[in-house]
């Protein structure tokens, strides 16, 4: 059963960072691509960061370019976010998601995980 866990959240004050990671198992991991979203209260579900299945291609939010870095390690399926200089602005919940396709939207996922919150406030 394909399952994806996210972990690393936390309450953080501005500027400061986080790493969150996500463990997958129960499908062939490297076939496939990795997408990080958020959602705040109110908001839509955007993309925030994803990552080809050969770590060859990355994209970012313009958000959050140059503050987030996204990177895998296929030998542990595990997908990490990096994120430094963290703002209020980027508070809510994060969810990694898996799929044969790549980009930031949403719609290209198959997998998702359940969540983890993140808060950026002083």
């Known amino acids: 059963q394909l399952h994806l866990v996210e972990s690393g959240g936390g309450l953080v004050q501005p500027g400061g960072s986080l790493r969150l990671s996500c463990a997958a198992s129960?499908?062939?991991?490297?076939?496939?691509?990795i997408g990080w979203f958020r959602q705040a209260p109110g908001k839509k579900r955007e993309g925030v960061s994803c990552?080809?299945?050969?770590?060859?291609?990355?994209n970012y939010a313009d958000s959050v370019k140059g503050r987030f870095t996204i990177s895998r390690d296929n030998a542990k399926n595990t997908v990490y976010l990096q994120m430094n200089s963290l703002k209020p602005e980027d508070t809510g919940v994060y969810y990694c998601?898996?799929?044969?396709?790549?980009?930031?939207?949403?719609?290209?996922?198959?997998?998702w995980g359940q969540g983890t919150q993140v808060t950026v406030s002083s």
């Open positions: 998601a898996a799929g044969l396709a790549y980009g930031l939207g949403a719609s290209l996922y198959d997998y």
């Open positions: 990552i080809s299945s050969s770590s060859s291609s990355t």
């Open positions: 129960g499908f062939t991991f490297n076939y496939y691509s």
